[in-house]
């Protein structure tokens, strides 16, 4: 079971961070990837952490701004959003899946993904 939190309102600029907390498997045993949707707009990928290592990997468009982080300790995957654009404004989703969907995370479809969180939006104004 995942369960995000975290998000809110920012200005344009400013910066979040959301948390995706697990409970149920082990970080370290899984990836863990972050996806948010815009309204009217399909779902997409945002970035992907994989939990062994804390390899991690960024979709162009966040790259550079947003962090992804764990502190298997808490159980707790970190999405730090810095620089945020109105372009940025979504519902926000964890997911984890077995570790290899970190190899594929560019091309990994949504089945692929065991468990999701149920989202927090994020809205950032201009």
């Known amino acids: 079971q995942l369960q995000a939190s975290g998000g809110g309102l920012a200005q344009a600029g400013g910066s979040l961070r959301l948390s995706c907390l697990s409970s149920?498997?082990?970080?370290?045993?899984?990836?863990i990837g972050w996806f948010r949707q815009a309204p009217g707009s399909v779902r997409e990928r945002v970035g992907c952490?994989?939990?062994?290592?804390?390899?991690?990997y960024y979709t162009d468009p966040v790259k550079g701004r947003f962090t992804i982080s764990t502190d298997i300790a808490k159980d707790t995957v970190y999405l730090q959003m810095n620089n945020l654009k109105s372009e940025d404004t979504a519902v926000y989703y964890c997911?984890?899946?077995?570790?290899?969907?970190?190899?594929?995370?560019?091309?990994?479809?949504?089945?692929?993904?065991?468990?999701w969180g149920q989202g927090t939006l994020v809205t950032v104004s201009s």
């Open positions: 149920g498997f082990d970080l370290d045993d899984r990836a």
């Open positions: 997911a984890t899946g077995e570790m290899i969907l970190f190899k594929y995370f560019s091309i990994s479809t949504e089945n692929l993904w065991d468990y």
């Open positions: 952490i994989r939990g062994n290592d804390s390899s991690t």
